[in-house]
């Protein structure tokens, strides 16, 4: 009977309460919140790292089936609908939410921690280069962009085409028709969503964050420390709750063209600062190496030996683009009305692998450029790793001004697109959630990147990414599934 009121919003209600508590469990508890964390975790990896190999490769072999069937000219709304955006606007918006401050956290970083430390092969070497080089390629390439691509089409075609909510639970209707917990399991899923994505994107805010009070640090001498990390976080929240309340057409837009500019110039910059003869023969030997290898990568896992390697790279970063595909699905969706399933699926996986990609090779061949010592001593501090890169290179100063200024529009975009999308979910599906919604999980949301702060940054990340999404892949299953059984009544030749 509790649940079968319709005047309550249960799913705003149970979302406030489970994001409350993990809140003032992770301030007022953090030992006892890193305890339980931790043992989830090494249950998770433990026996269930196979799954997240098998479920991406998975994803991807469904999208690129649904681009290529006959399913990939259905257009996503009604026949005479055009798209609202055009190209480059909607590909500026869908890349600042899809990867936002992950680019530059990790851009250089992982190529280098790769290269100190490979695999198989001699630490500093030109196999060294070559591990770093198809790792990275292999964790931000199509493998980074294939969730939000089935969840993000899926929600598209059931919202724009068959006028239904915009919600992650709505793609289930199609298996859930006859089920009599249909309402009941519906709630969880969204909660589940709710919940997913605070953590993901807080998870991104507080990495953000020290990276930001690093580079400040490292240009003005100003101490990276907690109080400097919470003045951030203020900064930014007011900024992008205001955003986000000035809708999608006024800041949102606005900002994801910045982030463009800033990111294309940053990009460009580097590329005939830095060594642009290597940058340009790794990024070739890259892309083969990643085509070559690519599904023996994607599943690769030691049967016997210790996988902690696996665990730490691969699995947390499957873990952490599921976590991530709830709301950068609703989200993409939102903006993609108009535009048929192969369009959609093809512009939001091929175009923004290639400059994924693009941009570790040449921001991680900037790093291993400078030798094995100062790659060591670099990837010490994740957060100050990309400005010691730069310190080495004419106009080294500008490239770092420019990154910070990056991060925070990154930060901000990811940060607002979220909130709308939160909105969303906590208002049975409308597409113009209220204000005061929005401020609210804004300031939730800036709580748990305070949360991830004080609990240690990159390693609590690590640990709660895999054990938020595992239960998310689940649905992910159930809405490729979902998928099939509503395209399957489309009149198509």
């Known amino acids: 009977m509790f649940l079968k009121s319709k005047n309550r919003n249960y799913v705003f209600i149970f979302s406030l309460i489970l994001t409350g508590i993990i809140v003032v469990v992770g301030i ?3 030992d006892r919140f890193n305890y339980i964390s931790t043992k989830l975790f090494n249950a998770l990896v433990d026996k269930f790292s196979p799954m997240y190999l ?51 956290f990790f851009g250089a970083w992982e190529p280098m921690s790769h290269f100190a430390n490979p695999l198989n092969a001699q630490p500093g070497s ?11 390629f292999i964790h931000w390439g199509v493998m980074s962009w294939v969730s939000y691509a089935v969840i993000g089409v899926s929600l598209a075609y059931f919202q724009f085409r068959k006028g239904r909510k915009g919600l992650i639970s709505t793609t289930l209707d199609p298996i859930l028709e006859n089920n009599k917990h249909k309402n009941t399991i519906k709630m969880i899923v969204d909660v589940m969503a709710v919940f997913i994505t605070i953590v993901g994107v807080a998870a991104s805010m507080g990495l953000g964050t020290m990276q930001i009070g ?24 007011i900024i992008y709750i205001y955003t986000a309340v000035g809708g999608l057409d006024n ?54 030996t210790s996988n902690e390697w696996v665990y730490k790279w691969r699995i947390f970063y499957w873990a952490y683009w599921i976590s991530w595909s709830p709301f950068v699905g609703v989200f993409i969706a939102r903006i993609s009305k108009g535009r048929t399933i192969r369009e959609f699926v093809m512009g939001v996986i091929i175009i923004p692998s290639i400059i994924c990609m693009a941009w570790f090779a040449i921001f991680g061949m900037m790093g291993m450029n400078l030798g094995l010592e100062f790659v060591q001593d670099a990837i010490v501090y994740t957060d100050t790793a990309l400005f010691k890169v730069f310190a080495n290179y004419p106009g080294g100063v500008l490239f770092s001004v ?3 200024f990056l991060l925070f529009t990154f930060f901000i975009t990811s940060a607002n697109s979220a909130v709308y999308v939160l909105g969303m979910f906590t208002s049975r599906g409308n597409l113009n959630p209220k204000n005061f919604n929005k401020i609210i999980w804004g300031v939730i949301q800036a709580l748990f990147a305070v949360v991830f702060i004080m609990l240690g940054g990159l390693d609590i990340l690590q640990r709660f990414a895999i054990v938020v999404s595992f239960p998310f892949a689940f649905v992910i299953i159930g809405i490729i599934v979902a ?4 395209l399957k009544k489309e009149k198509v030749k």
């Open 214 to 237: 690093g580079g400040v640090e490292y240009l003005f001498g100003i101490k990276n420390n907690f109080k400097l990390q919470i003045a951030i976080i203020i900064v930014i929240t």
């Open 126 to 136: 030109e196999d060294a280069i070559r591990f770093a080089m198809e790792q990275s």
């Open 54 to 104: 098998l479920l991406m490769l998975g994803i991807f072999a469904f999208s690129i089936y649904l681009a290529c069937s006959k399913y990939g000219d259905i257009k996503l709304g009604k026949e005479n609908d055009k798209p609202e955006f055009s190209n480059i606007v909607w590909f500026s918006m869908l890349f600042g939410a899809g990867m936002g401050i992950g680019l530059v």
């Open 402 to 404: 420019i990154c910070i």
């Open 483 to 486: 998928f099939m059984k509503e």
């Open 28 to 30: 007022f508890l953090p």
């Open 251 to 304: 800041g949102m837009k606005q900002l994801s063209n910045i982030n463009l500019t800033l990111a294309t110039i940053l990009v460009v910059g580097c590329f005939f600062v830095g060594p642009t003869s290597e940058i340009m023969n790794t990024f070739v030997n890259g892309m083969g190496d990643y085509i070559n290898y690519f599904v023996s990568q994607s599943l690769f896992i030691n049967p016997i």
